[in-house]
C-alpha cells in the first residue's frame, strides 16, 4: 500500500481548519510533567506514587451488587460465569482484526454464530460482525439509509439516547444531511409527528426500542409510516428486551441496530461495547463493517471467510460505505456466549424477570409520598419518577447516606425534567434492594 506523506503547507491548513497555529498548540493540554496531572501532589517518590495511584483507581470501583438504578444505555445484568472463562483465553487475548482471517477460523467462526444469533434476535436476513457500540451503529444505519436511497433527510425520534443523537448529529455532518428530531408527547414519539416530518426527501426513520425513557414505542405504526413515502425503517433496540418483544423484523424495520452491552457485558463504567447491525437483503451491499461467510473447500471440508469487507486498508478505502475496521470483537465473543449459555429459553426468562421485577419496584416506589410514575405507556425495565425535588439533589442526598445509585437524574438532559428522576431494574435486583431504595429515598424526600 503506497503511504503519502503531508507537507508542511497542508499541515499548516489543517491545523488552520482546528483553530490552533501550531501542533505545540494542539498538544498543549497535555501535561509534559507528572507533577502537573490533575490529583497528583508534588514531590512523591516512587512507592509513594503508586500508592497515590492505587487510591485514586480504589474509586473506580462499582457500586456494590443492588446498588445501582442507573440504566440509559448501560445496565447491570447477570451473566453466566461461562463467558468470562471462556473469553479469558489466550487466544481471544487481543481483539485486533487478523489481517489474513482466513487463518483464524475460530474468530470467523464467533463471528458467523454472532452474525447468526444477531438475525434470530432482529428477525432480519443478515447481521454483519458488529459494528463499535450502539451509538455509532444507529449512525451507520442512517449512513446506509442515505447511500441506498440517495435521498437527503433522516428523520429521528426526540426520546432516542441524547449521546447518540450527537453522535448522530457528527457523522450525518460529513454528508451534509439534515436531521428532523421528532418532539415526544408523554414519553413516546407520536405517529402525528412522525407522520409530519416525512416526506419524499426522507431516507430513514430511526427510532429506539424501549425509547430512552424507559418507554415501548409502536413500532409497527412508525414502519408502515416510513413506508408510505418509501423511506427505510431502522430500529434501535434492546437485544435483551427482544428476548420477550417483537422483532424489528416482525415490526416492519428495514434495518436494525443496538448495543450488545445488555448481553453479559459489564458495566466497565462505560464500555468497551459493542454495537450490532442487521439488514434486509437488499441492503447487504450498503452494510458497514464485516460479513462472515461459510463455504466448503474442494474436499468438502466446512471453513469460514470474510465474504464482505465494506472497508481495509487494502482494499476499496477510497469507496468504502464505512471506516468501520478493527471492531469490538472480543465484546461480540462475549454476547455470543451469553446467548449461547441462556438459548432461546433463557433470553425469555431473563427478558420476563426485567419486566416482572422493574413493575413490581414501580409499585413501591409509587407509594412514597409525593411520587408518581411520570408516563402512563408500557414500560420494559425502566421507568420514571416524578418527585416532589429536584433529582439531583436527591440523586446526592440517597447516594451520600446509603451508597445506592437511585437512578438517572434526567434533568442533565432536559431541564424541564428536572424533578424526573429515571429507575432502572434489571433481573440482579431482590425485593430486599428495592426496600432498600424506597427507604432511601424516603429519607432523602422527608
Not at 192 to 208: P, T
Not at 280 to 290: A, D, I, K, S
Request: glycine share 10%.
Amino acid at each position: 500500500m503506497d503511504w503519502t506523506g503531508s507537507s508542511p503547507e497542508e499541515r499548516q491548513q489543517m491545523l488552520g481548519a482546528i483553530g490552533v497555529d501550531s501542533v505545540e498548540a494542539l498538544l498543549a493540554a497535555i501535561p509534559r510533567r507528572v507533577e502537573e496531572l490533575p490529583g497528583i501532589p508534588a514531590g512523591l517518590d516512587e512507592a509513594s506514587l503508586l500508592r497515590h495511584v492505587a487510591a485514586l483507581a480504589e474509586r473506580n470501583h462499582p457500586p456494590a451488587p443492588g446498588k445501582c438504578f442507573i440504566g440509559a444505555g448501560a445496565y447491570e445484568h447477570a451473566a453466566p460465569a461461562v463467558v468470562e472463562a471462556l473469553i479469558s483465553r489466550g487466544e481471544f487475548s487481543t481483539t485486533y482484526t487478523p489481517y489474513q482471517p482466513e487463518v483464524s477460523q475460530g474468530t470467523l467462526i464467533a463471528g458467523f454464530e454472532f452474525q447468526t444469533l444477531i438475525t434470530r434476535l432482529t428477525g432480519l436476513d443478515v447481521a454483519n460482525s458488529s459494528m463499535y457500540d450502539g451509538a455509532s451503529a444507529a449512525a451507520e444505519a442512517a449512513l446506509l439509509a442515505i447511500r441506498y436511497t440517495g435521498r437527503s433527510a433522516v428523520v429521528v425520534s426526540g426520546v432516542i439516547h441524547p449521546e447518540w443523537l450527537c453522535v448522530l448529529r457528527t457523522y450525518l455532518s460529513g454528508v451534509g444531511a439534515q436531521i428532523r428530531v421528532v418532539a415526544p408527547e408523554n414519553g413516546r414519539t407520536p405517529l402525528g409527528q412522525i407522520q409530519a416530518c416525512l416526506d419524499e426527501d426522507v431516507a430513514c426513520l430511526l427510532i429506539q426500542q424501549p425509547n430512552f425513557l424507559g418507554q415501548l414505542e409502536d413500532l409497527r405504526a412508525a414502519a408502515e409510516a416510513a413506508h408510505a413515502v418509501g423511506s427505510l425503517f431502522a430500529a434501535a433496540s434492546n437485544p435483551l428486551a427482544l428476548g420477550i418483544l417483537a422483532s424489528p423484523g416482525e415490526c416492519g424495520a428495514d434495518i436494525a441496530v443496538g448495543d450488545v452491552q445488555p448481553l453479559g457485558i459489564p458495566l466497565s463504567f462505560g464500555g468497551p461495547y459493542a454495537g450490532y447491525m442487521a439488514v434486509r437483503e437488499p441492503l447487504v451491499r450498503q452494510m458497514p463493517g464485516r460479513l462472515v461467510g461459510m463455504a466448503r473447500d474442494a474436499q468438502g471440508r466446512r471453513g469460514f471467510t470474510l465474504t464482505l469487507q465494506t472497508r481495509e486498508q487494502h482494499i476499496r478505502r477510497e469507496r468504502a460505505t464505512s471506516n468501520i475496521c478493527t471492531n469490538q470483537a472480543l465484546v461480540a465473543l462475549a454476547a455470543t456466549i451469553y446467548l449461547c449459555s441462556l438459548g432461546k429459553h433463557g433470553l425469555r426468562e431473563v427478558a420476563r424477570q426485567n419486566v416482572v421485577r422493574a413493575h413490581r419496584a414501580a409499585q413501591r416506589l409509587q407509594g412514597i409520598p409525593g411520587v408518581r410514575l411520570a408516563f402512563d405507556g408500557p414500560y420494559f425495565n425502566e421507568f420514571v419518577l416524578r418527585l416532589p425535588r429536584k433529582a439531583g439533589e436527591v440523586c446526592n442526598h440517597v447516594r451520600e447516606r446509603s451508597g445506592i445509585w437511585p437512578g438517572l437524574d434526567l434533568g442533565r438532559f432536559w431541564p424541564e425534567m428536572s424533578d424526573c428522576l429515571m429507575v432502572c431494574v434489571t433481573e440482579t435486583k431482590t425485593r430486599g434492594d428495592v426496600e432498600a431504595l424506597r427507604a432511601a429515598l424516603e429519607d432523602a424526600l422527608k
